[in-house]
């Protein structure tokens, strides 16, 4: 087990064009979160999987955003006409849905520049 | 809603200083508490964790204990090193609820 993946670790894109990030968490973990961190800020809820199942959405996550885990293993973050208000630094976590202590733990984020 | 503050950064101390990172929060109930670090170029990772009212976590010479007469939860450690220049991040969840986190702390130590 190698923790959590992400994928790209940095993504540069132009105004307007689409974006996806992709989480791998680690495998037994059936919950999956999103959080997103800007610059000199501590990282925001965006939304979280149990399973396959989205449970909750932040109201950071405008429409053009979405999440999907299909299989209820890897899940994938997509950004539509992305801003320069969408960069940012995107982060995955799983962890267990039982037990655990409520400790997620982190991948290495995946840095969105949009120019 | 849940909410934390943390002390506004950033820190610059030396090294084998006495470290204070001051976390309060506000959470109905009982919630558990955490504090997150994250290192340059990395994602962030567990530091310490306390799950109830007078429970003190620690790592790696790191201490918080958890008061909730206070409503707080401050990072302590005797005699920081270099190599503990990093973001700190209060954290708190509630149940099944999402993890809150506060704005950071950074933290420099010079040799």
């Known amino acids: 087990d190698t923790g959590v993946s992400q994928d790209p670790r940095h993504k540069i894109t132009k105004r307007g064009q689409n974006v996806t990030f992709r989480c791998d968490p680690i495998?037994?973990?059936?919950?999956l979160y999103w959080y997103r961190q800007t610059l000199g800020q501590g990282p925001e809820f965006l939304t979280y999987f149990q399973n396959e199942a989205q449970l909750e959405k932040s109201r950071l996550l405008s429409d053009r955003f979405s999440a999907e885990r299909p299989k209820g293993s890897f899940s994938t973050l997509e950004i539509q006409r992305t801003e320069q208000g969408d960069s940012a630094m995107y982060l995955c976590?799983?962890?267990?849905?039982?037990?655990?202590?409520?400790?997620?733990?982190f991948g290495a984020g995946s840095r969105l520049t949009v120019l | 809603g849940n909410s934390v503050t943390q002390m506004e950064g950033p820190v610059t101390l030396s090294e084998e200083a006495f470290l204070t990172i001051n976390c309060t929060y506000t959470?109905?109930?009982?919630?558990?508490l955490f504090w997150y670090v994250q290192y340059p170029g990395e994602g962030l990772q567990l530091l310490l964790k306390a799950t109830k009212a007078d429970d003190k976590g620690s790592n790696k010479g790191f201490e918080a204990t958890y008061r909730k007469e206070t409503t707080s939860f401050h990072l302590e450690k005797g005699s920081v090193q270099v190599s503990d220049s990093a973001v700190y991040f209060c954290a708190l969840v509630q149940g099944a609820q999402k993890l809150v986190f506060g704005q950071g702390t950074r933290l420099t130590i010079n040799p």
């Open positions: 976590a799983s962890r267990p849905n039982l037990g655990g202590a409520n400790v997620l733990t």
């Open positions: 495998s037994e973990h059936n919950r």
């Open positions: 959470a109905t109930g009982y919630p558990s």
